[in-house]
């Protein structure tokens, strides 16, 4: 059995990447179970391959035309092969055993479709902190739940970049919104308005702090696109949210 992680990459991405392995092979998962690591380029001048062994055949990487990294994330996943998805970006860091805790909950609880897990900020000097925002508390997310808290604050307070999702779920939401940012933020509440999901309190993921990312561009927080992309996320989840109600339960 497979756990598929998939990753974005761009250019100044490359970076990081060897630490991104170290940390995946770092992983130990329960018997039977392997995973496979899904890297897509974001353009074809990325060259990843030239950061990372060529001897593991658990790698598979593959380049396509420069989409942003939502888009980039959807077209590893339509490679992979794994029944349960993870993502990884490519700054960030596995915490030990995280791939694990996914598939335990994901096994021990049918009715769960995704899981989200505890953050930690990685500062440039090395440093962890506390993620920003406090957690809930770990168990069951009730669908809906994430909604209710991304409509009051306009920010999810699970965060997206933790994400391991069932195939046919993901499958079933078409991947990641292609925005040029918050795709996972709108994948979630995608996510949220058809399953319930599982917040693990243990720490899952190390996330990167530094001036390239996505999230430190002036244009993430505020301002017309800002605007666009929350209406749209919005939207999104509000359709499949109605959707869900008028099934049989």
């Given at each position: 059995?497979?756990?598929?992680?998939?990753?974005?990459?761009?250019?100044?991405?490359?970076?990081?990447?060897?630490?991104?392995?170290?940390?995946?092979?770092?992983?130990?998962?329960?018997?039977?179970?392997?995973?496979?690591?899904?890297?897509?380029?974001?353009?074809?001048?990325?060259?990843?391959?030239?950061?990372?062994?060529?001897?593991?055949?658990?790698?598979?990487?593959?380049?396509?035309?420069?989409?942003?990294?939502?888009?980039?994330?959807?077209?590893?996943?339509?490679?992979?092969?794994?029944?349960?998805?993870?993502?990884?970006?490519?700054?960030?860091?596995?915490?030990?055993?995280?791939?694990?805790?996914?598939?335990?909950?994901?096994?021990?609880?049918?009715?769960?479709?995704?899981?989200?897990?505890?953050?930690?900020?990685?500062?440039?000097?090395?440093?962890?902190?506390?993620?920003?925002?406090?957690?809930?508390?770990?168990?069951?997310?009730?669908?809906?739940?994430?909604?209710?808290f991304w409509i009051q604050?306009?920010?999810?307070?699970?965060?997206?970049?933790?994400?391991?999702?069932?195939?046919p779920l993901l499958a079933?939401?078409?991947?990641?919104?292609?925005?040029?940012?918050?795709?996972?933020?709108?994948?979630?509440?995608?996510?949220?308005?058809?399953?319930?999901?599982?917040?693990?309190?243990d720490v899952g993921l190390?996330?990167?702090?530094?001036?390239?990312?996505?999230?430190?561009?002036?244009?993430?927080?505020?301002?017309?696109?800002?605007?666009?992309?929350?209406?749209?996320?919005?939207?999104?989840?509000?359709?499949?949210?109605?959707?869900?109600?008028?099934?049989?339960?």
């Amino acid at each position: 059995m497979i756990i598929s992680v998939v990753t974005p990459i761009h250019g100044e991405g490359t970076a990081f990447l060897t630490e991104a392995y170290a940390s995946l092979v770092a992983q130990t998962l329960p018997a039977g179970w392997s995973w496979e690591w899904c890297i897509q380029e974001d353009g074809r001048e990325v060259q990843a391959a030239a950061h990372l062994p060529t001897d593991d055949p658990r790698i598979r990487i593959s380049a396509s035309r420069q989409g942003g990294p939502h888009v980039a994330r959807t077209l590893a996943f339509a490679r992979s092969s794994g029944q349960y998805v993870k993502n990884l970006d490519s700054d960030d860091q596995l915490a030990p055993g995280a791939l694990a805790r996914d598939i335990a909950v994901l096994e021990a609880h049918p009715a769960v479709g995704w899981t989200t897990s505890r953050v930690l900020d990685l500062l440039e000097d090395g440093a962890v902190r506390s993620f920003e925002h406090s957690d809930p508390e770990p168990g069951i997310l009730p669908q809906g739940s994430a909604y209710g808290f991304w409509i009051q604050h306009r920010r999810p307070q699970i965060h997206p970049a933790t994400l391991c999702v069932r195939r046919p779920l993901l499958a079933l939401l078409g991947g990641w919104m292609a925005l040029p940012a918050s795709g996972d933020t709108g994948l979630l509440l995608g996510l949220d308005a058809l399953s319930s999901g599982w917040f693990i309190g243990d720490v899952g993921l190390l996330y990167r702090k530094h001036d390239g990312q996505i999230t430190a561009h002036p244009d993430h927080r505020a301002g017309p696109e800002w605007e666009a992309r929350m209406s749209l996320i919005q939207e999104h989840a509000e359709a499949l949210r109605a959707w869900s109600a008028r099934m049989p339960q």
